[in-house]
């Protein structure tokens, strides 16, 4: 997984971000500040020496917008930042789902506009690309698609309240229920009854555009269509899918969105979009937009794409007895020197239970040391050979065995 | 390949009728009962509890699942409610002795005892109501609480209220109606969006 997160945060940092650490423990009120208190069930709390309430960050967008609020205050935007670590979800009730995980992302703070939505989302797909996955999918949705249906919808405050209450929690039951009981019909109103379904390609955003009439709506069609066109430019428009369905948090994200999906993950890989918002609450109001990618979930589907990697072999296990010790310890020390991993044993054992040691700390090659000048070499399914410890780095270094 | 749970109990009939009608797939219920997993029509088929069918889906094991609403309640998760298939109509209600001066909420003591397979759902409805409740969680036979004195009341699913009649229960509230639903994976909607809504159209076209 180190290996996973290593060859992602070089390819951020290839694209100018910069890598930033944020803490895991932040006061309660900065988090609700910028997640609202809506989230409050799902953080993990304690309380500090004065009383005050902390909280584990449940994921780190919030604290990257108040660093830039913050700390780097000063610093000219845009801010191209990225950040790796743990986070803890406290899961409400339901299954016991694992509580920490890990998460990666970028922030791109301070550029308004499709440019920036099409560069995050590229560097997204360069990210899952590096990481070494094979078979994803990206769908690039609009926050502002679904507020503009709403609103174009000539209904009573608490009928949009309602619809939106059965979206955010994907009741699509509930939802046909409300608009049934509405008796207009409008464009808006068919829309939202197929809501989830408006997936494809290209033609869904020309297929909605001569649908809608509401200007909110349009426009974010328009976003789309060219945030489209940057990404074939950007060289990676080819796995890229339309989902003006998306149901994300309608009151975080404020533009384009977007989401990663694997062939056989329950849960998206990446998620990310526009939340111009954010950084105002913390008092420098600047658009944004960004991602998160759930490393847990890109290991699980590399370990589905070409099986669970092992630990590379160990090249020496360095076994001693007598007056060995001494010789071992810098027989040990040359093998690091040119670079092979080499255990050397903590106490003296005959041949018959080193070779049973080092087959159970599964390294290719034994050596037993007896003295400065003796030591008997057990090359991996070879004949053993006695030589002096100096001979047998010669071998070991010179690629013999 | 996708995958489809169906509860055991009192909703699989209907579901396997229900699925033959609308020609998603073929199945008897011996077959299903006996191999608990079935591929056939390129559709993959699971028997779980139905306390289990939410934790199939909201993990991707199954791309989708059939189950009463009473059980997404108890189980809340990022899962997508698709239909309302209509069928396994019953009522989440609040049940004590015939011999209880209790009836509606207002005449409910300030600390309430109550028993229950829906500890989740009785917490949020109670929650809702403002009143303060001790919940004692059973796996089977809740009628019998009261009756000997475990907890004040119940809250149940019943659908004809035969078992509470005979228990010599009566219900005071309803916090809920609840039917079969179809349900599926967040994901799956995504990465396998058109084989999903195939299902999807086939049982809505053969609907309530």
New interface residues.
Partial sequence: MRATQEALLSEMRSWGYRYVVTPTLESLDVLERGLGSAQRPRLFKLSDGDGSLLALVAERTVPVARLVAGKLRSAPLPLRLCYAGPVLVNQ????QRRRESHQLGAELVGAPGPVADAEVIALAMRCLDAAGLRSY?I?VGHAEFFAGLLEGLAVAPEVRLGIRQALA??????LEGILDATPLSSAEHELLRRF??L?GGREILDAASKLVTNGRAARSLEELARVLDLLAAHGVGGTVQV?LGAIRDFDYYTGVIF?G????????LTQGGRYDHLLGRFGRPAPATGFVIHLDLVGEMLEGERGRQHLPALAAAVAWSESGLAPALRLGASLRLFGMRAVVDTQPRSLAAARRWAAGVGSRHLVLVESAERALWVPGGGRSRRLSPQQVVGRLAGGGG | MICLALPTGALLDESLERLARSGVIELGRDEIGRKLMVEKDGLRVVLVRPSDVP?YV????ADLGIVGKDSLLE??????????LGFGACSMVVAVPEASALSGPETWPPLLRVATKYP?CTAVQMQGLGQTVEVVRLHGSVELAPLVGLVDAIVDLTASGRTLRANRLRVVWTAFDSSA?LVA???????R?SHL?DVVQRLRGEGA
């Fill in positions: 409400a009730g339901g299954f999918q769908d929690g994907r009741d699509l039951v509930a989830p379904a997936r989902d989401e999906y694997g062939p056989d993950l329950g849960h998206p | 934790a909201d993990h991707g094991a189980f809340p998760g990022s899962r997508y409610e698709l239909l309302d989740h639903r994976n967040q994901a799956s909607l995504k990465t969006g809504l």
